[in-house]
């Protein structure tokens, strides 16, 4: 719960709006008959993150006498009267602090305030990455932040961000799910590694489980901390033993049906659980279900009393899944670029791309980032790239301008990947959309693109498509319309248009849009010069009732205005 604080009418106005955004997620302290700062306190008593539109000076006095541990100590944000600042004042990293101020300040229109050493220039805090991790963090963070040198050691290729590591220093960050203590100087990281397979008869108790979780996990050297999820047939879904281990593990259960667990293959198959629950492994088959390796076969609780086990498990590690995101950097202005493609371009450790699209958005990645930059031309091996890393486990950004999935990275990476990676896409604003809103509205009604490159499309199919969007009245936007070596397509193209349209058809021309060398140009169908237009233009031709308005290009939603007497 998100605790708010205000004292005057402009705290409270911003307060609600936040309430208003956030429906269920904040609660209104307004210290009804006490003072501010009993709200304060209370809302510090209550709540996992405080919003406080106060002056840092005020809480600081405030919340002073109640600090306590960082991990436990709520968040706090203070918010200037003016609304301009959203300071992350307390709990950066583990209140959640930072992350409250970006959020607040993106609502409201604040500047967020983070002076977090890791956060203020870019690196991920270690103890950000999402993952457990043991030993000397603050250590480890602050020889990353002064540029020492820091060895990875990583013996599970797990999707990490990028961190500015090598292969030798003073300090080590160590991921794995074995049980090694961290030395000095290393911080060791927990990937959510391992899978262990629960089978329980009704009424097992909790410690028995448990316990035989953590002995199999221990006896075959394994970290608890790297545990993703107890595994189990449908059958078991509310069984109190394993509910209960779950949740003292702070780990989800996972559940399959019987025929699924019964098509596993396992090692140590036997009749009871088959006569049970229909399926003649629990343990093995619902920890190998997601696939990966079998660490520690079945194995039987020991129960102190002597009575007969009543728990079985068995530990997988999971194949790591790497991260292919395929994200569109917008035609080429900073502020056309989503938040969303800047965030997976932050999170991404190895980047793919053309190198003038890399250049685009340099200054955006995080140090470490290792970027494989390409010319022209190396498509196909971009794409297989990409999506070779992201099966190595890494998490991969294969970009691409406008959007990545016009004409595009986009196809060609998919069309190489396989199920073993998750792939995301972040959509991006594509060369027609940014060149329609330059023109004015040409694409008010059904349109089309139409690329007349004929590299990878033999002619004859474009001039089919061109001849049917002319027939059918389409508005077209000609992507790769005209390049040196191929001068005679675009001429063409629009001829068979002008045998459905009118010579007055208005024509919009528009190059490097959103570029600092942006261009357009209003003409028509029989007045527009192919030698304007080249490999960086779109063209657009509107259809039977798109008119020049103002100067400015509008296809009508309707037809209304072409019924209307010239
Ligand atoms: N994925 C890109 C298109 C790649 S094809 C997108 O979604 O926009 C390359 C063609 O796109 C160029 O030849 C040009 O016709 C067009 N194009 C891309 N960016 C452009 C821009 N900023 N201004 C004008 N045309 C652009």
Redesign the pocket.
Known sequence: MIGLISATAAGAAARDRLAAAWPGRTRVYDGSGGSVGDAVRLAFAECDRLVCFLATGAVVRIVAPLLGDKASDPGIVCVDEAGRFAVSLVGGHGGGANELAREVGGLLGAEPVITTATDAVGLPGLDTLGFPFEGDVAAVSRALLDGEPVALEAELAWPLPPLPVGTHGAYTVRVTDRAVGPTEREAVLRPPSLVVGVGASKGAPVDEVLALVEDALRDAGLSVKSVAALATVDAKAGEPGIVGAAERLGVPVVTYAAEELAAVEVPNPSDAPLAAVGTPSVAEAAALAGGGELLVPKRKSVRADGLPAMATCAVVRRVPRGRLAVV?L???ARDLLTPRAKDELRRAAVLVGLDQYVDQIRDLLRPGTRILESGLGAEEERARTAVAEARRGQAVALI??????????ASPALAEASDDIDVVGVP????????GAILGAPLGHDHVSI?L?DLHTPWEVIERRVRAAAEADIVVT????R?RGRDWQLPKALAILAEHREPSTPVGV??????PD?SSLLTTLAGLDPAVV??????TVGNTATREIAGRMVTPRGYRWQEEPK
């Open positions: 569109g917008g035609p080429g691409g301008s406008g959007d990545a999935g016009v004409y595009a990275m991006g604003v594509t060369a027609a959309l940014a060149a690329s490159s000609f992507y790769n319309p390049s528009v190059r490097n849009a959103s570029r942006q080249d490999m960086m233009t779109v063209v």
